[in-house]
């Protein structure tokens, strides 16, 4: 993982985070991706074949297939559906907080419970849009303090590319969302 920094967004997502021991260290990257939950190789695969249907989706606005897209939308919500009831299942309630921002190369939440600076950590997280859940190491590079407790902060350290990009898509559609809604409440 490259120390490029990528912007962040002010946006809760669901997160699950577990510190590890001082003395763990962060498996190979081929030992990390045979550990990644098969749910989440689907929803990112899952991810990927929504962009392709994005395509011939826009490649059908242009002629007489309504009914045709329709139909792949119809199929696509029963996938995505599926998709999160399977990463549902994925969730740890013990283990679940919600960022504060988060973007390619890190993320920030809220917590009772401070760590400390270097401290490794397993997350798992789990994206509205697009629906996709991510499974990656990371480690404390800072931790404030916050009206609610700490802030802390988390640079990645193991994530698979296909999975930042999804992180870069996430966090361009919020900083979307917001623009719009800023150019929304000027015109009031």
């Given amino acids: 993982m490259s120390d490029q920094e990528f912007f962040t967004v002010n946006h809760t997502i669901t997160v699950n985070i577990e510190a ?67 990463l549902s299942q994925q969730d740890d309630e013990k283990q679940r907080c919600q960022t504060h921002s988060f973007g390619a190369s890190q993320f920030t939440y809220v917590s009772d419970h401070n760590l400390h600076p270097a401290t490794k950590v397993r997350v798992k997280m ?36 296909v999975d930042q990009d999804l992180l870069i898509k996430a966090a361009l559609f919020q900083q979307q969302k917001l623009l719009r809604q800023r150019s929304l409440d000027r015109n009031k």
Wanted: glycine letters at 2%; proline letters at 4%; a negative charge.
């Fill in 20 to 86: 590890l021991a001082n003395d763990v260290s962060l498996p190979s990257f081929e030992k990390f991706e045979s550990e990644i939950p098969a749910p989440f190789i689907v929803a990112s695969e899952f991810s990927h074949l929504d962009l392709l249907n994005d395509s011939a989706r826009n490649e059908l606005k242009n002629s007489e297939f309504k009914h045709v897209i329709q139909l792949l939308d119809t199929q696509n919500s029963k996938l995505n559906l599926l998709l999160t009831f399977m």
């Fill in 126 to 161: 789990f994206l509205d849009h697009p629906a996709a859940a991510i499974y990656c190491y990371g480690h404390v590079v800072k931790v404030d303090q916050h009206d609610d407790g700490h802030l802390i902060t988390i640079n990645y350290d193991l994530l698979r590319d």
